[in-house]
């Protein structure tokens, strides 16, 4: 889809999974560039939380400690390993994970897997 912004501005989400990050209060207009589309949007309530959108096709560990994850698997499965947990994620189901720790891996199952995360960080109080 092609996003069109109220300052005029545009950006083209034509490869799969690609993101763009932009602020709630700016105006977006979509226009379908080849059919239908699936959409993953987090929104976070500025100066409470923080959120940054990551996708992952290979092995990967967690670079940090993140307060609450909302994992998507929209192709393939994967699994979510810490030294206390073992979490399977199927395609098309989500699964969210309170005190992501660092270290924790995202193992898909075979190539072509892919997994979208949504790693919230809340402001401290």
């Given at each position: 889809?092609?996003?069109?912004?109220?300052?005029?501005?545009?950006?083209?989400?034509?490869?799969?999974?690609?993101?763009?990050?932009?602020?709630?209060?700016?105006?977006?207009?979509?226009?379908?560039?080849?059919?239908?589309?699936?959409?993953?949007?987090?929104?976070?309530?500025?100066?409470?939380?923080?959120?940054t959108?990551?996708?992952?096709?290979?092995?990967?560990?967690?670079?940090?400690?993140?307060?609450?994850?909302?994992?998507?698997?929209?192709?393939?499965?994967?699994?979510?390993?810490s030294?206390d947990?073992?979490?399977?994620l199927?395609?098309?189901?989500?699964?969210?994970?309170?005190?992501?720790?660092?270290?924790?891996?995202?193992?898909?199952?075979?190539?072509?897997?892919?997994?979208?995360?949504?790693?919230?960080?809340?402001?401290?109080?």
């Amino acid at each position: 889809m092609l996003l069109h912004a109220d300052d005029g501005t545009q950006f083209a989400l034509t490869t799969p999974f690609a993101s763009h990050t932009f602020r709630g209060e700016t105006g977006i207009e979509a226009t379908l560039v080849s059919g239908a589309t699936r959409d993953f949007n987090v929104m976070v309530r500025r100066g409470l939380a923080g959120a940054t959108v990551e996708v992952w096709r290979a092995e990967t560990p967690i670079s940090r400690d993140v307060d609450e994850a909302v994992f998507f698997c929209p192709a393939g499965r994967f699994r979510l390993v810490s030294n206390d947990d073992d979490f399977p994620l199927s395609a098309a189901y989500a699964l969210r994970v309170s005190g992501v720790r660092a270290g924790t891996r995202l193992i898909p199952k075979a190539e072509g897997d892919v997994l979208i995360g949504a790693l919230i960080e809340l402001a401290e109080a």
